[in-house]
């Protein structure tokens, strides 16, 4: 595949994506309990919300408190609920049932319980996290280890990339559905894609949302 419009895309916002980049390794190196909890909540809220009111969603969820709480029950979930709810979340109900799940799961610790997690390479962990985090499939543990710094060697595969993909020649047409195999096939694809335009792995996603949305963002 010959080199198309995105190197020099990318060449043109490369300082904005390389500080956003920084400010995701910065924290993993830095961050609190709490900002890490946030972001992995975030990634539950993501799927089929748009980005920008999962972002708002959660922390809205961390100014109230309810975002650290140690109480689960049945008023806490509403609360949670109705906090997506508010800010325009998709499947509410059942996101603050996964939220709910995942403070029990890596909350108080949240660093520690990762750290563990991450122990063995980003793949590994990816796999792991898919596993253990409720309401999250390939594309949101992707999503959240490159949002903390952790993964420049994987790919978070949304729509809006998967379209992208296809608009350049990567893949001939949008998945009817990302089964793990079909998951690591497309990412294969853009590996080499990345490579053909010299751009990063983890800076072509951010440069194909800019190229899509006008904006670097998460």
Not at 44 to 54: D, E, I, L, S
Not at 142 to 161: A, K, M, V
Request: proline share 2%; glycine share 8%; charged share 25%.
């Amino acid at each position: 595949m010959g080199k198309t419009d995105l190197g020099r895309l990318y060449a043109s916002i490369r300082d904005e994506v390389e500080a956003r980049l920084e400010e995701f390794r910065a924290l993993w190196a830095y961050g609190s309990d709490g900002e890490l909890l946030r972001e992995l909540c975030f990634c539950v809220c993501t799927p089929q919300t748009n980005a920008k009111r999962a972002w708002e969603a959660v922390n809205r969820l961390a100014d109230s408190g309810l975002l650290e709480s140690s109480v689960h029950d049945s008023a806490a979930r509403d609360a949670l609920a109705a906090v997506l709810r508010g800010s325009g979340v998709r499947f509410h109900n059942n996101k603050a049932a996964y939220i709910e799940a995942n403070q029990r799961l890596f909350s108080p610790g949240t660093r520690s319980k990762i750290a563990g997690i991450l122990s063995g390479g980003a793949r590994e962990a990816r796999s792991s996290l898919t596993l253990r985090v409720a309401g999250w499939g390939l594309k949101e543990a992707s999503h959240f280890l490159r949002n903390i710094g952790q993964g420049s060697e994987i790919c978070i595969l949304d729509r809006h990339i998967l379209r992208q993909l296809v608009d350049y020649g990567v893949i001939t047409a949008m998945p009817g559905s990302l089964s793990v195999k079909v998951y690591l096939e497309t990412e294969r694809a853009m590996k080499r894609f990345a490579r053909d335009e010299g751009v990063p792995l983890d800076a072509l996603d951010l440069t194909l949302w800019f190229k899509a949305k006008g904006e670097v963002f998460r």
